[in-house]
Protein backbone atom coordinates (compact mmCIF):
# COMPACT_ATOMS: atom_id res chain seq x y z
CA UNK A 1 0.00 0.00 0.00
CA UNK A 2 0.86 3.16 -0.77
CA UNK A 3 0.69 6.27 1.67
CA UNK A 4 -0.20 9.64 0.61
CA UNK A 5 3.12 11.05 1.67
CA UNK A 6 5.13 8.46 -0.96
CA UNK A 7 3.06 10.26 -3.70
CA UNK A 8 4.82 13.54 -3.02
CA UNK A 9 7.88 12.18 -2.78
CA UNK A 10 7.73 12.16 -6.47
CA UNK A 11 7.62 16.19 -7.37
CA UNK A 12 9.60 17.09 -4.43
CA UNK A 13 12.62 15.04 -5.61
CA UNK A 14 12.90 16.85 -9.40
CA UNK A 15 13.52 20.24 -7.29
CA UNK A 16 16.78 21.18 -9.24
CA UNK A 17 20.04 21.89 -7.09
CA UNK A 18 19.11 21.35 -3.04
CA UNK A 19 22.58 21.46 -0.81
CA UNK A 20 23.43 17.48 0.72
CA UNK A 21 22.70 18.14 4.11
CA UNK A 22 19.37 19.06 3.42
CA UNK A 23 18.19 16.18 0.87
CA UNK A 24 20.03 13.86 3.96
CA UNK A 25 18.03 15.60 6.59
CA UNK A 26 14.54 15.78 4.22
CA UNK A 27 14.62 11.88 3.73
CA UNK A 28 15.47 11.56 7.46
CA UNK A 29 12.11 13.25 7.94
CA UNK A 30 10.59 11.51 5.31
CA UNK A 31 11.85 8.17 6.26
CA UNK A 32 12.36 8.61 9.83
CA UNK A 33 9.23 8.17 11.96
CA UNK A 34 8.90 4.52 10.09
CA UNK A 35 12.30 3.55 10.85
CA UNK A 36 11.75 4.51 14.22
CA UNK A 37 8.77 2.34 14.55
CA UNK A 38 10.64 -0.20 13.02
CA UNK A 39 13.31 -0.47 15.51
CA UNK A 40 11.63 -2.26 18.30
CA UNK A 41 10.69 -5.43 16.07
CA UNK A 42 14.06 -5.34 13.93
CA UNK A 43 16.08 -5.54 17.51
CA UNK A 44 14.06 -8.42 18.28
CA UNK A 45 14.43 -9.87 15.37
CA UNK A 46 18.06 -9.49 15.03
CA UNK A 47 18.75 -11.13 18.47
CA UNK A 48 16.42 -14.10 18.48
CA UNK A 49 15.87 -14.95 15.16
CA UNK A 50 18.72 -13.59 12.90
CA UNK A 51 21.42 -14.24 15.58
CA UNK A 52 20.93 -17.32 16.09
CA UNK A 53 20.84 -18.29 12.65
CA UNK A 54 24.18 -16.52 12.14
CA UNK A 55 25.43 -17.76 15.50
CA UNK A 56 24.81 -22.10 14.71
CA UNK A 57 27.71 -20.86 11.94
CA UNK A 58 30.04 -20.27 14.42
CA UNK A 59 29.21 -22.87 17.16
CA UNK A 60 29.57 -25.81 14.44
CA UNK A 61 33.10 -24.71 14.33
CA UNK A 62 33.89 -24.58 18.04
CA UNK A 63 34.57 -26.28 20.85
CA UNK A 64 31.87 -24.83 23.51
CA UNK A 65 30.77 -25.45 26.91
CA UNK A 66 28.78 -22.40 28.28
CA UNK A 67 30.74 -20.39 30.74
CA UNK A 68 34.15 -21.77 29.29
CA UNK A 69 36.16 -19.79 26.38
CA UNK A 70 35.08 -21.33 22.93
CA UNK A 71 37.89 -23.13 21.30
CA UNK A 72 38.13 -23.48 17.45
CA UNK A 73 38.03 -26.91 15.83
CA UNK A 74 37.95 -26.58 12.42
CA UNK A 75 35.57 -29.05 10.81
CA UNK A 76 36.07 -31.85 13.73
CA UNK A 77 32.73 -31.34 14.47
CA UNK A 78 31.29 -32.35 11.18
CA UNK A 79 33.40 -35.17 11.20
CA UNK A 80 32.31 -36.77 14.49
CA UNK A 81 28.47 -36.17 13.70
CA UNK A 82 28.44 -37.93 10.54
CA UNK A 83 30.60 -40.71 12.26
CA UNK A 84 28.32 -41.15 14.74
CA UNK A 85 26.49 -44.70 14.24
CA UNK A 86 23.30 -43.80 15.75
CA UNK A 87 22.92 -40.67 12.66
CA UNK A 88 21.54 -43.56 10.13
CA UNK A 89 19.54 -44.58 12.91
CA UNK A 90 17.89 -41.28 13.42
CA UNK A 91 17.75 -40.13 9.96
CA UNK A 92 15.63 -43.18 8.60
CA UNK A 93 13.23 -42.86 11.88
CA UNK A 94 13.22 -38.99 10.70
CA UNK A 95 12.20 -39.70 7.17
CA UNK A 96 10.02 -42.44 8.23
CA UNK A 97 8.40 -40.28 10.35
CA UNK A 98 7.65 -37.34 8.08
CA UNK A 99 6.67 -39.97 4.94
CA UNK A 100 4.20 -41.14 7.41
CA UNK A 101 3.03 -38.00 8.73
CA UNK A 102 3.12 -36.81 5.39
CA UNK A 103 0.62 -39.22 3.99
CA UNK A 104 -1.98 -39.55 7.28
CA UNK A 105 -1.47 -35.93 7.59
CA UNK A 106 -2.76 -34.80 4.39
CA UNK A 107 -5.63 -37.73 3.51
CA UNK A 108 -7.30 -37.29 7.19
CA UNK A 109 -7.27 -33.47 7.20
CA UNK A 110 -8.55 -33.16 3.37
CA UNK A 111 -11.52 -35.94 3.65
CA UNK A 112 -12.24 -34.18 7.07
CA UNK A 113 -12.24 -30.97 5.50
CA UNK A 114 -14.33 -31.91 2.70
CA UNK A 115 -16.65 -34.27 4.44
CA UNK A 116 -17.72 -31.59 6.99
CA UNK A 117 -18.06 -28.71 4.40
CA UNK A 118 -20.70 -30.84 2.69
CA UNK A 119 -23.00 -30.99 5.92
CA UNK A 120 -25.83 -28.15 6.31
CA UNK A 121 -26.11 -28.92 9.67
CA UNK A 122 -23.89 -29.15 12.64
CA UNK A 123 -20.95 -27.48 10.61
CA UNK A 124 -19.54 -25.70 13.83
CA UNK A 125 -19.90 -28.85 16.10
CA UNK A 126 -17.19 -30.72 14.46
CA UNK A 127 -15.36 -28.08 13.09
CA UNK A 128 -14.89 -27.31 17.12
CA UNK A 129 -14.62 -31.03 17.86
CA UNK A 130 -11.74 -31.43 15.38
CA UNK A 131 -10.20 -28.63 16.25
CA UNK A 132 -10.52 -29.78 20.44
CA UNK A 133 -6.91 -31.37 20.06
CA UNK A 134 -4.84 -28.66 18.70
CA UNK A 135 -6.08 -26.66 22.86
CA UNK A 136 -4.84 -29.31 24.55
CA UNK A 137 -1.14 -28.46 26.32
CA UNK A 138 1.33 -30.63 24.94
CA UNK A 139 2.27 -32.15 28.08
CA UNK A 140 -1.05 -33.05 29.23
CA UNK A 141 -1.27 -35.20 25.08
CA UNK A 142 1.36 -37.44 26.25
CA UNK A 143 0.26 -38.33 29.83
CA UNK A 144 -3.40 -38.75 28.18
CA UNK A 145 -1.76 -41.17 24.99
CA UNK A 146 0.75 -42.99 27.39
CA UNK A 147 -2.33 -44.12 29.51
CA UNK A 148 -4.37 -44.55 25.52
CA UNK A 149 -1.13 -46.61 24.49
CA UNK A 150 -1.09 -49.14 27.20
CA UNK A 151 -0.92 -52.37 26.68
CA UNK A 152 -2.76 -53.82 29.39
CA UNK A 153 -5.46 -51.34 30.24
CA UNK A 154 -5.41 -48.83 26.99
CA UNK A 155 -8.09 -47.67 25.30
CA UNK A 156 -6.88 -48.76 22.15
CA UNK A 157 -5.99 -51.84 22.60
CA UNK A 158 -9.60 -52.20 24.26
CA UNK A 159 -10.81 -50.99 20.56
CA UNK A 160 -9.04 -53.21 18.89
CA UNK A 161 -10.30 -56.88 21.34
CA UNK A 162 -13.71 -55.16 20.79
CA UNK A 163 -13.65 -55.70 17.13
CA UNK A 164 -11.56 -59.22 17.76
CA UNK A 165 -8.42 -57.78 17.06
CA UNK A 166 -5.26 -58.68 19.07
CA UNK A 167 -3.79 -55.40 20.84
CA UNK A 168 -0.60 -54.44 19.91
CA UNK A 169 2.10 -52.97 22.15
CA UNK A 170 2.18 -49.43 20.82
CA UNK A 171 5.21 -47.54 22.25
CA UNK A 172 6.87 -50.44 23.96
CA UNK A 173 7.80 -52.30 20.74
CA UNK A 174 10.67 -50.84 18.24
CA UNK A 175 8.62 -52.40 15.47
CA UNK A 176 5.21 -49.99 15.76
CA UNK A 177 6.71 -47.43 18.26
CA UNK A 178 7.63 -44.48 15.78
CA UNK A 179 4.04 -45.07 13.95
CA UNK A 180 2.31 -44.80 17.29
CA UNK A 181 3.84 -41.36 17.63
CA UNK A 182 2.50 -40.42 14.23
CA UNK A 183 -0.93 -41.44 14.98
CA UNK A 184 -0.82 -39.27 18.20
CA UNK A 185 1.53 -36.40 16.43
CA UNK A 186 -1.81 -36.54 13.40
CA UNK A 187 -4.86 -36.93 15.91
CA UNK A 188 -3.14 -34.05 18.04
CA UNK A 189 -2.63 -31.73 14.79
CA UNK A 190 -4.73 -32.25 11.74
CA UNK A 191 -7.49 -30.06 13.37
CA UNK A 192 -5.44 -26.90 12.09
CA UNK A 193 -5.12 -28.65 8.89
CA UNK A 194 -8.68 -29.48 8.33
CA UNK A 195 -10.23 -26.06 9.42
CA UNK A 196 -7.30 -24.51 6.80
CA UNK A 197 -8.92 -26.75 4.38
CA UNK A 198 -12.33 -25.76 5.44
CA UNK A 199 -12.03 -21.82 4.71
CA UNK A 200 -10.15 -22.30 1.45
CA UNK A 201 -13.15 -24.66 0.42
CA UNK A 202 -15.82 -22.09 1.53
CA UNK A 203 -13.83 -19.69 -1.13
CA UNK A 204 -14.76 -22.03 -4.14
CA UNK A 205 -17.42 -20.36 -6.04
CA UNK A 206 -20.83 -21.86 -5.90
CA UNK A 207 -21.54 -21.05 -9.72
CA UNK A 208 -18.39 -23.41 -10.20
CA UNK A 209 -20.34 -26.16 -8.73
CA UNK A 210 -23.48 -25.60 -10.05
CA UNK A 211 -22.53 -25.22 -14.12
CA UNK A 212 -20.38 -28.47 -13.86
CA UNK A 213 -24.19 -29.59 -12.38
CA UNK A 214 -26.30 -28.78 -14.84
CA UNK A 215 -23.13 -29.95 -17.58
CA UNK A 216 -24.05 -33.49 -15.29
CA UNK A 217 -21.00 -33.65 -13.99
CA UNK A 218 -21.41 -35.84 -10.82
CA UNK A 219 -20.41 -35.64 -7.25
CA UNK A 220 -17.19 -36.94 -7.91
CA UNK A 221 -16.26 -35.45 -10.92
CA UNK A 222 -16.64 -32.45 -9.25
CA UNK A 223 -14.55 -32.97 -6.48
CA UNK A 224 -11.84 -34.16 -8.68
CA UNK A 225 -11.96 -31.59 -11.37
CA UNK A 226 -13.40 -28.31 -9.36
CA UNK A 227 -12.39 -29.03 -5.29
CA UNK A 228 -8.94 -30.37 -5.52
CA UNK A 229 -7.93 -28.12 -7.93
CA UNK A 230 -8.95 -25.10 -6.38
CA UNK A 231 -7.32 -26.33 -3.47
CA UNK A 232 -4.30 -26.91 -4.84
CA UNK A 233 -2.40 -23.67 -3.62
CA UNK A 234 -3.68 -24.71 0.02
CA UNK A 235 -2.27 -27.92 -0.22
CA UNK A 236 0.74 -27.00 -1.32
CA UNK A 237 1.48 -24.39 1.29
CA UNK A 238 0.52 -26.59 4.10
CA UNK A 239 2.64 -29.47 2.70
CA UNK A 240 5.49 -27.42 2.45
CA UNK A 241 4.55 -26.43 6.33
CA UNK A 242 3.82 -29.92 7.11
CA UNK A 243 6.82 -31.06 6.17
CA UNK A 244 9.16 -28.72 7.85
CA UNK A 245 7.36 -28.89 10.91
CA UNK A 246 7.52 -32.82 10.58
CA UNK A 247 11.39 -33.12 10.08
CA UNK A 248 12.11 -31.11 13.19
CA UNK A 249 10.37 -34.01 15.66
CA UNK A 250 11.54 -34.13 18.94
CA UNK A 251 9.49 -33.33 21.54
CA UNK A 252 7.25 -36.42 21.35
CA UNK A 253 10.35 -38.75 21.67
CA UNK A 254 11.89 -36.93 23.94
CA UNK A 255 9.04 -36.90 26.32
CA UNK A 256 7.27 -39.99 25.64
CA UNK A 257 9.68 -42.89 24.35
CA UNK A 258 13.04 -41.48 24.88
CA UNK A 259 14.39 -41.97 21.67
CA UNK A 260 13.51 -45.79 22.56
CA UNK A 261 12.95 -48.58 22.58
CA UNK A 262 16.37 -49.97 21.30
CA UNK A 263 16.74 -46.37 19.39
CA UNK A 264 13.67 -46.70 17.11
CA UNK A 265 11.94 -43.25 17.93
CA UNK A 266 15.66 -41.59 18.08
CA UNK A 267 15.32 -38.71 15.39
CA UNK A 268 17.55 -36.14 14.22
CA UNK A 269 16.54 -33.06 15.75
CA UNK A 270 16.82 -35.43 19.31
CA UNK A 271 20.45 -36.00 18.72
CA UNK A 272 20.76 -32.23 18.55
CA UNK A 273 18.96 -32.02 21.74
CA UNK A 274 20.77 -34.64 23.07
CA UNK A 275 24.08 -33.61 22.44
CA UNK A 276 23.67 -30.25 24.06
CA UNK A 277 21.72 -31.11 26.94
CA UNK A 278 22.88 -34.20 27.86
CA UNK A 279 26.59 -34.79 26.79
CA UNK A 280 27.13 -31.10 26.67
CA UNK A 281 29.10 -31.14 23.05
CA UNK A 282 27.35 -27.51 22.00
CA UNK A 283 29.91 -27.52 18.99
CA UNK A 284 28.72 -31.24 17.92
CA UNK A 285 24.97 -29.55 18.14
CA UNK A 286 25.84 -26.99 16.11
CA UNK A 287 27.31 -28.98 13.54
CA UNK A 288 24.42 -31.01 13.20
CA UNK A 289 22.23 -28.18 13.56
CA UNK A 290 23.27 -26.52 10.29
CA UNK A 291 23.28 -29.96 8.51
CA UNK A 292 19.61 -30.53 9.20
CA UNK A 293 18.81 -25.97 8.68
CA UNK A 294 20.45 -26.34 5.33
CA UNK A 295 19.16 -29.73 3.95
CA UNK A 296 15.39 -28.36 5.59
CA UNK A 297 16.56 -24.91 3.40
CA UNK A 298 17.59 -26.39 0.16
CA UNK A 299 14.33 -28.97 0.31
CA UNK A 300 12.14 -25.88 1.05
CA UNK A 301 13.17 -23.98 -1.99
CA UNK A 302 13.62 -27.10 -4.52
CA UNK A 303 9.75 -27.65 -2.96
CA UNK A 304 8.74 -23.82 -4.10
CA UNK A 305 10.73 -23.29 -6.99
CA UNK A 306 9.23 -27.47 -8.39
CA UNK A 307 5.82 -26.04 -7.06
CA UNK A 308 5.53 -22.67 -8.40
CA UNK A 309 4.10 -21.92 -4.85
CA UNK A 310 6.53 -18.69 -4.95
CA UNK A 311 3.58 -15.55 -6.06
CA UNK A 312 1.08 -16.79 -4.33
CA UNK A 313 3.01 -16.56 -1.01
CA UNK A 314 3.40 -12.67 -0.21
CA UNK A 315 1.77 -9.72 -1.85
CA UNK B 1 -23.10 -21.14 1.98
CA UNK B 2 -25.91 -22.73 0.50
CA UNK B 3 -24.53 -25.35 -1.15
CA UNK B 4 -21.06 -27.32 -1.43
CA UNK B 5 -20.06 -30.24 -4.35
CA UNK B 6 -23.36 -31.77 -3.52
CA UNK B 7 -26.53 -29.72 -4.25
CA UNK B 8 -29.89 -29.37 -2.13
CA UNK B 9 -31.26 -30.63 -5.85
CA UNK B 10 -28.59 -33.72 -5.85
CA UNK B 11 -30.11 -34.72 -2.51
CA UNK B 12 -32.88 -35.84 -3.49
CA UNK B 13 -31.60 -38.40 -5.12
CA UNK B 14 -31.40 -42.02 -3.45
CA UNK B 15 -27.37 -42.58 -4.63
CA UNK B 16 -26.43 -38.88 -3.37
CA UNK B 17 -28.30 -39.13 -0.27
CA UNK B 18 -26.61 -41.93 0.88
CA UNK B 19 -23.35 -40.68 0.00
CA UNK B 20 -24.53 -37.51 1.92
CA UNK B 21 -25.77 -39.79 5.07
CA UNK B 22 -22.43 -41.00 5.02
CA UNK B 23 -20.55 -37.97 5.33
CA UNK B 24 -22.56 -37.61 8.81
CA UNK B 25 -21.00 -40.91 9.36
CA UNK B 26 -17.44 -39.93 8.97
CA UNK B 27 -18.23 -36.37 10.35
CA UNK B 28 -19.71 -38.22 13.59
CA UNK B 29 -16.66 -40.66 13.64
CA UNK B 30 -14.29 -38.13 13.99
CA UNK B 31 -16.01 -36.32 16.14
CA UNK B 32 -15.80 -39.52 18.14
CA UNK B 33 -12.46 -39.99 18.09
CA UNK B 34 -11.28 -36.51 19.02
CA UNK B 35 -14.08 -36.39 21.83
CA UNK B 36 -14.06 -39.99 23.20
CA UNK B 37 -10.28 -40.27 24.65
CA UNK B 38 -10.91 -37.27 26.56
CA UNK B 39 -14.01 -38.87 28.51
CA UNK B 40 -12.02 -42.32 28.68
CA UNK B 41 -9.46 -39.80 30.47
CA UNK B 42 -11.81 -38.31 32.56
CA UNK B 43 -13.15 -41.42 33.88
CA UNK B 44 -9.94 -42.55 34.44
CA UNK B 45 -8.82 -39.87 36.83
CA UNK B 46 -11.83 -40.43 39.20
CA UNK B 47 -11.02 -44.21 39.54
CA UNK B 48 -9.31 -45.72 42.51
CA UNK B 49 -5.32 -46.10 41.72
CA UNK B 50 -5.51 -49.79 41.58
CA UNK B 51 -9.01 -50.20 39.79
CA UNK B 52 -6.54 -48.06 36.66
CA UNK B 53 -5.17 -51.03 36.31
CA UNK B 54 -7.72 -53.68 36.19
CA UNK B 55 -7.84 -56.38 33.56
CA UNK B 56 -10.53 -55.73 31.65
CA UNK B 57 -10.78 -52.02 32.38
CA UNK B 58 -13.62 -50.96 33.66
CA UNK B 59 -15.36 -48.19 31.95
CA UNK B 60 -17.36 -46.01 35.29
CA UNK B 61 -15.30 -45.80 38.25
CA UNK B 62 -16.56 -48.02 40.92
CA UNK B 63 -16.28 -45.24 43.70
CA UNK B 64 -15.77 -41.45 41.59
CA UNK B 65 -12.83 -40.42 43.79
CA UNK B 66 -12.64 -36.55 43.37
CA UNK B 67 -10.38 -36.11 46.20
CA UNK B 68 -7.71 -37.12 43.26
CA UNK B 69 -8.31 -33.49 41.63
CA UNK B 70 -7.51 -32.29 44.99
CA UNK B 71 -3.99 -34.31 45.39
CA UNK B 72 -3.11 -32.99 41.86
CA UNK B 73 -3.86 -29.58 42.78
CA UNK B 74 -1.14 -30.02 45.53
CA UNK B 75 1.33 -32.32 43.87
CA UNK B 76 1.62 -30.46 40.88
CA UNK B 77 1.81 -26.83 43.04
CA UNK B 78 -1.12 -26.01 40.75
CA UNK B 79 -1.37 -22.22 41.80
CA UNK B 80 2.30 -21.55 41.57
CA UNK B 81 2.53 -22.86 38.43
CA UNK B 82 -0.40 -21.73 37.05
CA UNK B 83 0.65 -17.86 38.72
CA UNK B 84 4.02 -18.22 36.50
CA UNK B 85 2.43 -19.28 33.50
CA UNK B 86 0.02 -16.71 33.64
CA UNK B 87 3.13 -13.62 34.33
CA UNK B 88 4.58 -15.07 31.56
CA UNK B 89 1.93 -14.76 29.08
CA UNK B 90 1.10 -11.23 29.96
CA UNK B 91 4.72 -10.27 29.36
CA UNK B 92 4.21 -12.17 26.06
CA UNK B 93 1.89 -10.42 24.59
CA UNK B 94 2.76 -7.11 25.68
CA UNK B 95 6.17 -7.26 24.23
CA UNK B 96 4.76 -8.98 21.09
CA UNK B 97 2.19 -6.62 20.94
CA UNK B 98 4.04 -3.09 21.80
CA UNK B 99 7.16 -4.80 18.70
CA UNK B 100 5.04 -5.78 16.30
CA UNK B 101 2.09 -3.09 15.93
CA UNK B 102 4.70 -0.37 15.64
CA UNK B 103 6.51 -2.53 13.17
CA UNK B 104 3.29 -3.42 11.32
CA UNK B 105 2.26 0.33 11.27
CA UNK B 106 5.31 1.20 10.04
CA UNK B 107 4.74 -0.74 6.96
CA UNK B 108 1.49 -0.32 6.76
CA UNK B 109 1.12 3.70 7.01
CA UNK B 110 3.94 4.48 7.07
CA UNK B 111 7.40 5.84 4.51
CA UNK B 112 9.95 3.03 5.18
CA UNK B 113 13.04 2.63 2.28
CA UNK B 114 12.47 -0.70 0.68
CA UNK B 115 8.68 -1.44 2.11
CA UNK B 116 8.64 -4.91 0.33
CA UNK B 117 12.25 -6.13 1.26
CA UNK B 118 11.79 -5.16 4.49
CA UNK B 119 8.51 -6.70 4.99
CA UNK B 120 9.88 -9.74 3.34
CA UNK B 121 12.93 -9.77 5.68
CA UNK B 122 10.99 -10.31 8.45
CA UNK B 123 8.79 -12.73 6.98
CA UNK B 124 11.65 -15.18 6.03
CA UNK B 125 11.25 -16.69 8.94
CA UNK B 126 8.09 -17.73 8.65
CA UNK B 127 9.50 -21.02 6.12
CA UNK B 128 12.39 -21.37 8.32
CA UNK B 129 13.33 -24.63 9.96
CA UNK B 130 12.94 -22.76 13.65
CA UNK B 131 13.31 -26.01 16.00
CA UNK B 132 16.80 -26.20 13.75
CA UNK B 133 18.47 -23.66 15.63
CA UNK B 134 16.88 -24.34 18.85
CA UNK B 135 21.07 -24.17 20.64
CA UNK B 136 22.34 -21.27 19.28
CA UNK B 137 18.68 -19.68 20.49
CA UNK B 138 19.48 -20.95 23.80
CA UNK B 139 23.10 -20.10 23.81
CA UNK B 140 21.69 -16.63 22.75
CA UNK B 141 19.49 -16.00 25.85
CA UNK B 142 22.64 -17.26 27.64
CA UNK B 143 25.04 -15.09 26.98
CA UNK B 144 22.94 -12.68 27.56
CA UNK B 145 22.28 -13.76 31.23
CA UNK B 146 18.64 -14.29 30.67
CA UNK B 147 18.49 -18.30 32.13
CA UNK B 148 16.26 -18.86 34.69
CA UNK B 149 14.55 -15.69 34.00
CA UNK B 150 10.89 -15.25 32.25
CA UNK B 151 12.31 -12.44 29.84
CA UNK B 152 13.84 -15.49 28.14
CA UNK B 153 10.08 -16.70 26.96
CA UNK B 154 8.74 -13.00 27.41
CA UNK B 155 11.24 -11.15 24.94
CA UNK B 156 11.73 -13.79 21.93
CA UNK B 157 7.66 -13.31 21.68
CA UNK B 158 8.51 -10.34 19.66
CA UNK B 159 9.77 -11.57 16.65
CA UNK B 160 6.86 -13.50 15.21
CA UNK B 161 6.33 -13.11 11.40
CA UNK B 162 2.70 -14.95 11.80
CA UNK B 163 1.66 -12.12 14.42
CA UNK B 164 3.79 -9.87 12.12
CA UNK B 165 1.30 -10.73 8.98
CA UNK B 166 -2.22 -10.89 10.74
CA UNK B 167 -1.44 -7.16 12.38
CA UNK B 168 -0.07 -6.12 8.77
CA UNK B 169 -3.08 -7.49 7.09
CA UNK B 170 -5.43 -5.99 9.22
CA UNK B 171 -3.79 -2.47 9.30
CA UNK B 172 -3.85 -2.25 5.39
CA UNK B 173 -7.28 -2.65 5.85
CA UNK B 174 -8.06 0.69 7.91
CA UNK B 175 -8.06 3.44 5.21
CA UNK B 176 -5.37 6.21 5.73
CA UNK B 177 -8.18 9.29 5.53
CA UNK B 178 -8.97 8.26 9.30
CA UNK B 179 -5.76 9.44 11.06
CA UNK B 180 -4.91 11.81 8.06
CA UNK B 181 -7.21 14.58 10.11
CA UNK B 182 -5.72 13.37 13.46
CA UNK B 183 -2.17 14.09 12.25
CA UNK B 184 -2.88 17.67 10.44
CA UNK B 185 -4.50 18.36 14.73
CA UNK B 186 -0.61 17.51 15.28
CA UNK B 187 -1.30 14.16 17.00
CA UNK B 188 2.04 12.17 16.81
CA UNK B 189 2.56 8.69 14.82
CA UNK B 190 2.60 6.78 18.32
CA UNK B 191 -0.82 8.69 19.51
CA UNK B 192 -2.54 8.04 15.91
CA UNK B 193 -1.20 4.39 16.79
CA UNK B 194 -2.49 4.20 20.34
CA UNK B 195 -5.40 5.80 20.15
CA UNK B 196 -6.89 5.00 16.39
CA UNK B 197 -5.34 2.00 15.10
CA UNK B 198 -5.29 -0.34 18.40
CA UNK B 199 -8.77 0.22 19.12
CA UNK B 200 -9.70 -0.31 15.66
CA UNK B 201 -7.94 -3.51 15.83
CA UNK B 202 -9.50 -4.92 18.66
CA UNK B 203 -10.68 -8.34 16.80
CA UNK B 204 -7.11 -9.25 15.69
CA UNK B 205 -5.18 -8.52 18.88
CA UNK B 206 -7.86 -10.45 20.53
CA UNK B 207 -6.91 -13.17 17.95
CA UNK B 208 -3.66 -12.53 18.68
CA UNK B 209 -3.75 -13.03 22.66
CA UNK B 210 -5.94 -15.86 21.74
CA UNK B 211 -3.05 -17.69 19.86
CA UNK B 212 -0.24 -16.53 22.61
CA UNK B 213 -2.21 -17.90 25.45
CA UNK B 214 -2.75 -21.70 24.10
CA UNK B 215 0.96 -21.15 22.62
CA UNK B 216 2.68 -20.17 26.42
CA UNK B 217 0.70 -22.85 27.52
CA UNK B 218 1.12 -25.73 25.61
CA UNK B 219 5.07 -25.00 24.59
CA UNK B 220 7.12 -27.38 26.73
CA UNK B 221 10.75 -27.32 25.38
CA UNK B 222 11.85 -24.17 25.65
CA UNK B 223 10.10 -23.76 28.60
CA UNK B 224 11.99 -26.55 29.76
CA UNK B 225 15.48 -25.49 29.03
CA UNK B 226 15.45 -21.58 29.57
CA UNK B 227 13.63 -22.66 33.46
CA UNK B 228 15.93 -24.66 35.56
CA UNK B 229 14.46 -23.63 38.93
CA UNK B 230 11.77 -25.12 40.53
CA UNK B 231 10.36 -22.00 41.45
CA UNK B 232 9.83 -21.03 38.04
CA UNK B 233 8.43 -23.88 36.51
CA UNK B 234 5.03 -23.64 33.96
CA UNK B 235 2.48 -25.95 34.02
CA UNK B 236 4.00 -27.96 31.07
CA UNK B 237 7.06 -28.37 33.11
CA UNK B 238 5.29 -29.73 36.53
CA UNK B 239 3.42 -32.12 34.43
CA UNK B 240 6.09 -33.25 32.98
CA UNK B 241 7.98 -33.72 36.06
CA UNK B 242 5.70 -35.22 37.98
CA UNK B 243 4.06 -37.33 35.39
CA UNK B 244 6.95 -38.70 32.86
CA UNK B 245 10.35 -36.77 33.34
CA UNK B 246 11.28 -37.63 37.34
CA UNK B 247 11.61 -41.37 36.30
CA UNK B 248 11.91 -42.27 40.45
CA UNK B 249 8.77 -40.17 41.73
CA UNK B 250 6.17 -39.77 39.03
CA UNK B 251 2.57 -40.09 41.08
CA UNK B 252 -0.10 -42.68 40.95
CA UNK B 253 -1.90 -42.70 37.35
CA UNK B 254 -5.14 -41.44 38.28
CA UNK B 255 -3.66 -38.30 40.16
CA UNK B 256 -1.78 -37.75 36.64
CA UNK B 257 -5.13 -37.75 34.61
CA UNK B 258 -6.44 -35.61 37.13
CA UNK B 259 -3.73 -32.96 36.99
CA UNK B 260 -3.18 -33.72 33.03
CA UNK B 261 -7.72 -32.27 33.00
CA UNK B 262 -7.19 -29.63 35.93
CA UNK B 263 -3.90 -28.48 33.13
CA UNK B 264 -6.29 -28.77 30.24
CA UNK B 265 -9.20 -26.56 31.37
CA UNK B 266 -7.71 -22.71 31.27
CA UNK B 267 -7.37 -23.19 27.28
CA UNK B 268 -10.34 -25.52 26.82
CA UNK B 269 -12.59 -22.68 28.33
CA UNK B 270 -10.60 -19.84 26.21
CA UNK B 271 -11.30 -22.41 23.12
CA UNK B 272 -15.23 -22.49 24.16
CA UNK B 273 -15.83 -19.36 24.81
CA UNK B 274 -13.64 -17.64 21.84
CA UNK B 275 -13.97 -20.26 19.03
CA UNK B 276 -15.10 -17.88 16.49
CA UNK B 277 -11.92 -15.40 16.58
CA UNK B 278 -10.05 -18.93 16.94
CA UNK B 279 -11.44 -20.75 13.84
CA UNK B 280 -11.31 -16.91 11.86
CA UNK B 281 -7.56 -16.37 12.97
CA UNK B 282 -6.46 -20.09 11.53
CA UNK B 283 -8.50 -19.50 8.42
CA UNK B 284 -7.40 -16.03 7.93
CA UNK B 285 -4.18 -17.49 7.31
CA UNK B 286 -5.12 -20.08 4.95
CA UNK B 287 -6.85 -18.17 2.49
CA UNK B 288 -3.27 -15.49 2.67
CA UNK B 289 -1.47 -18.77 1.90
Known amino acids: MISVKDQQLGPMSLQPVQ ?7 KKLSHYGMGLLFLLPAFAFYAIFQWAPIIYNFFLAFQNFIPGLPAEWVGLANFRRVLGDSLLPVAVKNTL ?4 LALLIGFIVPLVTGITITELRKGRSFFRLAIYM ?6 IALYVMWLYLFNPAVGLLNQILNFFGLPGSEWLLSPKTALVSLVMMSTWANFGTTAVLYMASLSAISEELYEAAEIDGAGVWKRIRHITLPALRPTILILLLMQLIFTMQVMQEPMVMTGGGPNNATMTVMYMIYNYAFVYAEFGK ?5 ILLFVFLLLLSLVYVKGSH ?3 KEVR | MERGVISTFDRKRPSVRLSYAFCYLVAIAIAVSTLYPLLWVFLGSLKEAKEIFYVPPTFLPRTFLWENYLRAWQAYSI ?9 IYFGFVVVRLISLSTAAYALSHLNVPGRRGVYLLFLATLMLPAFAYLIPSYLIIFHLGLLDSFWAICLPAGADSYSLLLLKNYFDGIPGEIFESARIDGASEWVVLRKIVLPLSKPIIAVLGIF ?9 VWQRIVLPSASKWTVSIALWYHSLGNQGAVLPQNVQLAAMLISTLPPMLIFLIFQRYIIEGVSFTGIKG
Request: proline share 9%.
Open chain 1, 19 to 25: PFGSILR
Open chain 1, 285 to 289: AGALG
Open chain 1, 96 to 99: TFTG
Open chain 1, 133 to 138: PNIIPA
Open chain 2, 79 to 87: PRVFQNTLV
Open chain 1, 309 to 311: LVE
Open chain 2, 212 to 220: AFIHVWRDF
